[in-house]
């Protein structure tokens, strides 16, 4: 027997066990009909039926493709977020090309729909509803689903309001109470909420899910409910926190912390440190800097200084992290009583050249309101006619027209809760 020959056969322990596995197989098979025949002479067994498997139409396939690829975003993938465009181009050219009988079929038209909400753009339901046939009941979901693509968000919400969610194919359920939540948020907040929680129920794992829970923290902010906020910022922190969005979620959550109200400044310290001790030092240290620079730019100056100093603790002594840390701990002690004297010595010390654009603003701006308070205190002790009367409690960092600019994008990103590019 040749080598080759030699190594073409299995080990004999293995073929010993395929024996074996095929014995009890047969075992297994035979058993009904020596039940049935008492094992003398019965009826022989009758052939196996396969399991009844429906067929899925090519645009229930494509979708399907299609939403694997961004559940893999939401776990962090940048090469899944850089080739979704191209699959949807992909996507879009082989539904255009179907045969309008294709659309009978109701699982084809809410995989087309699907399709449409999760990024595919309007041109899909156009060729749906100019084809003609379209089953009645998926008319109006398409012409809302088409309104909604386009912008026309009262005709949206009044047809789309028709269908429940939670009666839609497992495809379509989750998107479709995504699509409802981001249509009524403005007018009903409650009922937006509500429906961004069903949505996070309907598709579990999935882009989905991060997309309702994103935005389900941020509307719960907006109105105020500090509990409830934490919560859900933790459960991101642990699920979502490299999703590829997980950016707009870092820089939203340092502006909605800083602006909810607390009892005091130390509870929503005591919040924060709650929420951030959920994830490792890195990610950690990047939201300690992102709400220092949020409570400088929002007056909140105790948790400003709080964030920074943690941020300080979690970085390296020379890195850029380190430098944005002092910057930002050093600006937050501009109006602190007794503290300005500190707060100028620091602000000379730092090395400009690891600063940002923006930092670089920052570190300027704070030296300008360090001098502008010093000098008042200097002109009064020199002209004992009209002293300086001191004003009562510290006394407010003026604010720069960058922190204007800041605070005006992050109310436009408020007010566009359901931006399309944004999932």
């Known amino acids: ?7 073409s056969l299995p080990p004999v322990r293995e073929r010993v066990a395929a024996g074996l596995a095929g014995l009890v197989l047969a075992l297994l098979l035979a058993a009904p009909a020596l039940a049935a025949g008492g094992g003398h002479g019965g009826e022989p067994p009758k052939p196996i039926e396969p399991l009844p498997v429906a067929q899925r139409g090519l645009p229930v396939e494509l979708v399907r493709t299609l939403q694997l690829l961004q559940d893999r975003i939401a776990r962090g993938s940048t090469q899944a977020h850089a080739a979704q465009r191209q699959l949807l181009v992909h996507i879009e050219t082989r539904f255009l090309a179907l ?4 659309w009978i079929d109701p699982a084809n038209a809410r995989a087309g729909v699907a399709f449409a909400l999760a990024g595919g753009g309007p041109a899909v339901l156009r060729r749906m509803l100019d084809g003609g046939k379209l089953g009645e009941a ?5 012409q809302g689903a088409l309104a909604y693509v386009e912008g026309r968000e009262k005709e949206a919400r009044t047809l789309l309001a028709k269908f429940d969610a939670r009666e839609m194919p497992p495809g379509l359920a989750g998107q479709l109470a995504l699509t409802q939540a981001a249509l009524t948020v403005r007018e009903a907040p409650r009922r937006a909420l509500e429906l961004l929680a069903q949505a996070r129920l309907l598709a579990p794992g999935t ?7 994103r935005r389900e923290i941020f509307v719960v902010a907006q109105g105020g409910d500090a509990e409830r906020f934490e919560a859900l910022s933790i459960q991101y ?6 999703s590829v969005y997980a950016g707009n979620f870092r820089q939203r959550f340092a502006a909605a912390l800083t602006r909810l109200d607390f009892a005091s400044d130390g ?13 490792e030092p890195d990610g950690r240290r990047e939201l300690y800097l992102l709400v220092a620079r949020a409570g400088l730019d929002q007056g909140r100056r105790g948790t400003a200084l709080f964030a920074a100093e943690r941020a300080a603790g979690l970085a390296e002594p020379d890195s850029v992290a380190a430098t944005q840390a002092r910057l930002y701990r050093a600006a937050a002690l501009v109006v602190v009583e007794g503290r300005l004297d500190e707060s100028v010595e620091a602000l000379r010390g730092i090395d400009r050249a690891q600063l940002g654009e923006a930092d670089r603003r920052l570190l300027d701006e704070a030296l300008s309101a360090a001098t502008q308070i010093r000098t008042p205190a200097q002109t009064g002790s020199a ?4 002293p300086v009367p001191a004003s009562p409690g510290p006394r ?7 922190i204007g600019r800041a605070q005006e994008a992050l109310a436009r990103i408020d007010r566009l809760m359901d931006d399309r590019s944004d999932p």
């Open 1 to 7: 027997m040749s080598g080759d020959t030699t190594l």
């Open 99 to 102: 045969e309008p009988e294709t």
């Open 138 to 142: 998926e008319v109006p979901l398409v």
């Open 207 to 213: 882009l989905v899910e991060e997309g309702a829970l």
């Open 237 to 242: 922190l642990r699920r979502f926190r490299r």
């Open 267 to 279: 509870a929503r310290d005591a919040q924060l440190a709650r929420m951030l001790d959920e994830i």
């Open 383 to 386: 002209n004992s006619a009209k």
């Open 396 to 402: 407010a960092l003026p604010e720069a027209a960058a």
